[in-house]
């Protein structure tokens, strides 16, 4: 008996089909059964299959006499399938790698459940993904199983059959199955889920559910979706014959109402001719099946108003929309005007030589290089006063208490930065903000630069995609200042920003507590996420892939790469930030976090802290080798597609050449390095030497104080950082720049 039986309805689907099978075929758990159902599909889709069946095994066709719709060709496979779980798949979604094996584990840990259900993700016929809008439903529900009472938010998620798995036998002892017509998952999925004692999630996207561009059968216009009646009908009869279940009356019979209201709301669902009739009849069944007690609020109350007052109700809703989208740029446009103007009163105003202006990550925060000159000038400048500006009330309450604040586009940010004398940043400031005469840029980067950046990406249309480097060259002429931790940085600074601004030999800002690190550092971290002081912590940081849509690209597979470091090993994962909220943590990386196999670090808003606790990086390509080799710590680079990488975005030199430590090219190599030893092997140490030498040059632990007394106060600079060649301990100002 297999342990999964993933049934696969098929009607006029031969351009998905291959893709579909081989995603459930080629999956690496294979304790599996398909059972694949022709629906009397007039395209090649039943060929499809039977060529599957013949050179797999675990392929069963089942060839019907008519078409009789995805709801009974569901109950065909039903009937066939003899596995102890229970998976439907829409013959044009597909199954992401890894994910039968994840629910399989899962099933197993939370003890055979009646049903898990696991996430998805909308995959678009022009090449977007985007994970399910509510899959903080799934990390809500926790590691243990419940019922829909003790967690109903789980009715939130999507109502449909493919995103669960189901037990068999508690499908089988309590009869469920497919009615016909349009909407069946939604009298299948209700009676199941309210009737399910053990509930478990699995947070990890499993499917790929493909948006045609045509073809979509709830999207075209027919009588056909009148049917939604009757399938709500058969969900309250089944509440009917339960009477435990009666107290979901109320939000069953709203489901109803805004389910329905939504299908009328929609352009190309029902003919314009039977709109009213639709109306009528959902207003019949929301009147007649509504339970005592119930709430009607919202648009729900157009159900019991008629047909005019609906009508005139969405005209007066889409009207507010216009006039919104209106009211909304008129808002923007007097507020651009309104900013400029204190800009303007305020720049009549002589300058404040007092105040300095601080962001960081487009004004996410105190974060960064800004940071850690904002922490020096409040210790060896306190007389100047420090100003942050951040992008909303949200930002501004994660800020250290006392912080003196901005909100972004806000009079006292026209304000404040009308008369600041200096601007500290690792982004460029909005194109709105006028640079005045005598006010000082300061310009911090995020690191030394190995892919090619700005201008350099003019000739690399992949890596440019999205960005306007004109643009961001005339912001970069307001520089005043680039800090540089080394002389590859001022030279590669200077080139991708043709502008006239001095390179500041100060080191990094935010690598002076890596350069100054004691063996404590870090401790903080271990303990937060329970990691063992006597663990060796393996911190793995890849990069955005330019050359992929959403820029996530799996290259290492990280419950091998955990398994494979052994006992007294922890694997620590931070994704590049760009990643942290698409879906690209939803393929594994979440579930493995939850079930201890790794710590998903991608949400600390400090790496200096990651990097701190760990013991070993592992990147890609990127910029955290840079600031990691000042930890004189081991580093492996993974560059299984250089080749790819630099020919899509570009790089300044070969680090598979000049690599801080052993480079690997596969996911076993990757594995040998750390079980042989040879990560921390003497030609580990060596390369690491001459990487540190090369890149660290400027980075002494007192970059932060450097720029606040050379930079902000005009003082001599308070040590020589780097080698020979740089500015000796007198040199101030004009000393630790070169000119750009």
Request: hydrophobic share 40%.
């Amino acid at each position: 008996m297999p342990r999964i039986s993933v049934i696969v309805p098929c009607f006029k689907v031969q351009g998905f089909l291959r893709e579909c099978l081989d995603s459930v075929l080629e999956q690496s758990f294979a304790d599996i059964e398909v059972i694949a159902v022709d629906d009397r599909s007039p395209d090649g889709s039943g060929a499809i299959l039977d060529e599957y069946a013949a050179r797999d095994p675990r392929v069963t066709v089942l060839h019907l006499a008519e078409n009789v719709g995805l709801g009974r060709a569901r109950n065909a496979g039903l009937a066939r399938a003899t596995g102890d779980f229970l998976l439907f798949l829409d013959s044009d979604d597909t199954l992401v790698p890894g994910a039968l094996a994840a629910v399989a584990a899962r099933l197993e840990e939370s003890g055979d459940p009646d049903v898990l259900v696991f996430d998805y993700a909308r995959t678009y016929w022009w090449g977007g993904t985007r994970r399910n809008a509510l899959a903080e439903v799934l990390a809500e529900a926790g590691d243990g199983t419940f019922t829909t009472a003790e967690h109903p938010r789980i009715l939130d998620l999507l109502m449909v059959v493919w995103n669960k798995v189901y037990r068999r036998d508690f499908v089988t002892e309590n009869g469920f199955a497919f009615p016909p017509g349009y909407y069946e998952d939604t009298p299948w999925t209700f009676p199941v889920m309210l009737s399910a004692g053990r509930i478990a999630v699995l947070d990890r996207i499993c499917l790929a559910y493909r948006q045609r561009r045509q073809g979509n059968i709830l999207s075209t216009t027919s009588r056909k979706h009148f049917d939604i009646h009757d399938q709500y009908e058969r969900v309250f009869t089944f509440v009917d014959s339960h009477p435990e279940l009666t107290g979901w009356l109320p939000y069953l019979h709203r489901k109803m109402g805004e389910h329905c209201l939504d299908i009328l709301a929609k352009p190309d669902r029902l003919p314009p001719a039977d709109r009213h009739e639709f109306f009528r009849r959902t207003a019949r069944m929301f009147r007649e099946r509504r339970p005592d007690g119930a709430r009607v609020d919202g648009e729900l109350r157009l159900l019991t108003a008629g047909w005019t007052a609906y009508r005139a109700g969405r005209q007066v809703r889409r009207a507010g929309r216009g006039l919104g989208r209106g009211a909304g740029a008129v808002g923007r446009s007097v507020a651009g005007r309104t900013g400029r103007g204190w800009s303007t009163l305020h720049a009549l105003r002589p300058l404040d030589d007092h105040l300095v202006v601080y962001s960081a990550f487009s004004h996410r925060g105190m974060l960064g290089d800004p940071a850690a000159v904002y922490r020096a000038q409040r210790e060896f400048a306190p007389r100047l006063r420090g100003v942050w500006v951040v992008e909303d009330a949200g930002q501004a309450a994660l800020l250290p208490s006392g912080t003196e604040h901005v909100l972004l586009g806000s009079r006292r940010f026209h304000e404040v930065t009308a008369r600041a004398t200096y601007f500290v940043n690792n982004v460029n400031w909005p194109g709105t903000l006028a640079k005045r005469p005598g006010s000082v840029y300061i310009h911090t980067h995020q690191g030394t630069p190995l892919k090619y950046m700005a201008a350099d990406l003019l000739d690399k249309p992949g890596g440019r995609y999205g960005v306007d480097v004109p643009q961001m060259l005339r912001r970069a002429d307001r520089w005043d200042h680039s800090l540089v931790a080394n002389r590859h940085s001022e030279v590669v600074w200077e080139r991708a920003y043709p502008c006239h601004f001095a390179s500041a030999r100060t080191g990094s800002p935010r690598n002076d507590v890596l350069v100054n690190a004691s063996d404590a550092d870090g401790a903080a971290f271990r303990f937060r996420y329970g990691i063992p002081e006597d663990h060796t912590v393996v911190l793995y940081a890849p990069t955005r892939r330019d050359h992929v849509r959403g820029g996530h690209c799996e290259r290492v597979d990280l419950t091998a790469l955990a398994a494979s470091l052994g006992e007294g090993h922890t694997l620590v994962v931070r994704l590049h930030p760009s990643l942290a909220t698409g879906p690209a943590r939803g393929m594994g990386l979440a579930e493995l976090h939850r079930r201890g196999v790794l710590v998903d670090a991608t949400d600390e808003p400090h790496v200096e802290e990651v990097m701190l606790a760990s013991d070993a990086l592992i990147t890609d390509y990127s910029a955290l080798m840079f600031d990691y080799a000042n930890l004189d710590r081991p580093v492996v680079i993974h560059a299984d597609d250089w080749a790819t990488f630099t020919a899509s975005r570009g790089a300044y030199f070969d680090v598979t050449a000049e690599p801080p430590g052993h480079v690997s090219r596969s996911d076993r190599e990757l594995r040998w390095l750390f079980a042989s030893g040879a990560w921390r092997d003497e030609e580990s140490a060596r390369l690491r030497a001459a990487f540190r030498a090369r890149f660290c040059e400027f980075d002494d632990g007192r970059a932060a104080e450097r720029v606040v007394r050379t930079l902000l106060l005009g003082e001599p600079s308070p040590s020589a950082p780097g080698a020979a060649g740089a500015p000796g301990a007198a040199a101030g100002r004009e000393g630790l720049l070169a000119a750009g």
